[in-house]
């Protein structure tokens, strides 16, 4: 089954305590994103990558770091959490567009609730 | 401001009834997309059209793009409960960037 895996799925943490969130996927993307969602800002994002080894941030990569050293994985680590990364996140996968050409339909994972206090 | 900004921001109808939600945008696009998400769960793709297309239609979503007027509807004929959820837009822009740009979506009450 296609699918965008995350990890954990809840986690409540205390200011200052590095976390990583992994992010999984299994249908040969190229492209991979992160999102935060909060209320009444809908979906913003963080990071992205294009393919192994090849990162950019988005809107809003204050205070996030990823990596991209396998095709599939694509985590998101916080250094030093604060409170105002308490959030909904969310990872998604798509092929990369070809040059010239439109995006494709983008998968996402089921989301992880953080909460830092 | 938003790129892709929908109307309304919530709607509440009966199951049967037809629920029509709106997006607006700025700047020319590739393509724009509608996901659905249901609450506290990732969002799920339900129709990319291109720029060059009018209208697409998905079992009982039907979705305009109106190119000239930046802006699509998203129409969903003979509503169920089970559509109740969010629906957001999402902008593929022209001009190179890799990046979707989400609206911060209608939230979509099919009552039975």
């Known amino acids: 089954e296609a699918q965008v895996t995350q990890n954990p799925r809840y986690l409540i943490t205390v200011t200052g305590k590095k976390l990583t969130v992994t992010c999984s996927q299994n249908?040969?993307?190229?492209?991979m994103s992160w999102y935060r969602q909060d209320p009444g800002l809908g979906l913003r994002q963080i990071y992205y990558s294009m393919n192994v080894e090849v990162t950019d941030k988005g809107d809003v990569p204050e205070g996030y770091k990823v990596s991209r050293k396998e095709k599939r994985n694509f985590p998101l680590i916080l250094e030093s959490p604060s409170p105002n990364q308490t959030s909904l996140y969310f990872c998604a996968s798509s092929r990369r567009r070809v040059p010239g050409g439109s995006s494709y339909e983008q998968y996402f994972g089921p989301g992880t609730r953080l909460t830092v206090t | 401001s938003q790129q892709g900004e929908e109307d309304p921001q919530a709607l509440s109808i009966q199951e049967g009834e037809n629920a029509t939600m709106n997006c607006s945008y700025k700047t020319s696009i590739n393509n724009l997309q509608w996901y659905r998400q249901n609450s506290g769960r990732g969002l799920v793709h339900l129709i990319l059209?291109?720029?060059?297309?009018r209208e697409k239609h998905s079992g009982r979503l039907r979705v305009t793009l109106d190119t000239s007027k930046k802006s699509s509807s998203l129409l969903i004929t003979a509503s169920r409960a089970a559509d109740t959820a969010s629906y957001f837009c999402?902008?593929?822009?022209?001009?190179?960037?890799?990046?979707?740009?989400f609206g911060k979506g209608t939230k979509l009450t099919v009552n039975p």
């Open positions: 999402a902008t593929d822009l022209q001009g190179g960037s890799e990046k979707l740009v």
């Open positions: 249908m040969n993307h190229e492209y």
């Open positions: 059209i291109r720029s060059n297309e």
